[in-house]
């Protein structure tokens, strides 16, 4: 019996040599060194025999839906009170801001518009150039670099 207990406990047993374990722990005539597994052996078979009546596990997952679907149409109420609450507070500021004369910088004559674009267009230019000096040594860097790779062949 040691033996079958030890490929019990490694996990090699068959079906078969398990039931005789079973029966013999269930039996009266176990060996005292072995009556501290008894109760081990004695709460598996305790654990097949349990039946349990009155458990529908359909009837839970229906009552669950049902509570969801509760909780959706809150929520859903929730969500779209808010959703009017913001499109007021959107609606009404936007009103609230065309109703303001604002003064959009605009010229009286075509003469000092055209001023004022080639002014803002040359510092555009001169901002664009300043930056493109920047870039100058990656040029000579590149040039390098395709001569040593033989990229541009």
């Known amino acids: 019996m040691n033996k079958l207990l030890e490929k019990y406990w490694e996990g090699d047993t068959s079906l078969q040599e398990e039931q005789e374990l079973r029966d013999y722990f269930n039996s009266d005539q176990v060996a005292p060194e072995h009556l501290v ?7 598996y078979e ?8 009155g ?5 839970k997952v229906k009552s669950q839906q049902h509570h ?3 909780f959706n149409r809150r929520t859903w109420t929730g969500i779209a009170v808010a959703a009017s609450v913001s499109l007021m507070v959107a609606v009404g500021s936007g009103i609230y801001d065309n109703s303001r004369d604002a003064d959009l910088g605009t010229y009286d004559s075509p003469e000092e518009a055209y001023d004022a674009t080639v002014a803002a267009l ?10 493109t000096r920047n870039l100058e040594p990656m040029t000579e860097l590149n040039k390098q670099t395709s001569q040593v790779f ?3 062949q």
């Open 55 to 59: 458990f529908d596990a359909f009837a």
């Open 37 to 43: 597994y008894k109760g081990l052996f004695h709460s």
């Open 150 to 152: 033989n990229i541009n």
């Open 46 to 53: 305790m654990e097949s025999s349990i039946e349990v009546d």
């Open 122 to 131: 040359e510092l555009v230019s001169n901002k664009f150039n300043k930056g």
């Open 68 to 70: 969801n679907k509760r």
